[in-house]
């Protein structure tokens, strides 16, 4: 069974970093190095938005315009863990950050794509 765990949340100040971490387990047919891993995030009230994706195979990487400058995806394939690395955090990046891995996407910001989930982490930017 595939198995995502976020982890690195917390509380930070505007302008403070945070870098997020997903491990990733379990996987079977797909192989980590297969899978499209992707971050979304949720606000309270607000629908899950797509916040970046790394495609472990070509390391291709995609980000939302509203973090492009700021965050940084990148993938340890050795220890199947994908980072998100945020700085110049906004009071407006407060939300659940939750990784997905997609085998097969199309659209990596499109979070039906995505096969499994982590459970989330909150980040919270106090201003």
């Known amino acids: 069974e595939v198995q995502l765990v976020e982890s690195g949340g917390g509380l930070v100040q505007v302008g403070g970093s945070l870098r997020l971490s997903c491990a990733a387990s379990?996987?079977?047919?797909?192989?980590?190095?297969?899978?499209?891993i992707g971050w979304f995030r949720q606000a309270p009230g607000k629908e899950r938005e797509a916040v970046a994706c790394i495609l472990n195979l070509d390391g291709s990487r995609y980000y939302a315009d509203f973090v492009k400058g700021r965050f940084t995806i990148s993938s340890d394939r050795a220890e199947n863990t994908v980072y998100l690395q945020m700085n110049s955090l906004k009071p407006e990046d407060t939300a659940v950050y939750y990784c997905?891995?997609?085998?097969?996407?199309?659209?990596?910001?499109?979070?039906?794509?995505?096969?499994?989930w982590g459970q989330g982490t909150q980040v919270t930017v106090s201003s």
């Open positions: 379990g996987f079977t047919g797909f192989t980590f190095d297969e899978h499209a």
């Open positions: 997905a891995a997609a085998g097969l996407a199309t659209d990596w910001d499109a979070a039906d794509e995505y096969d499994y």
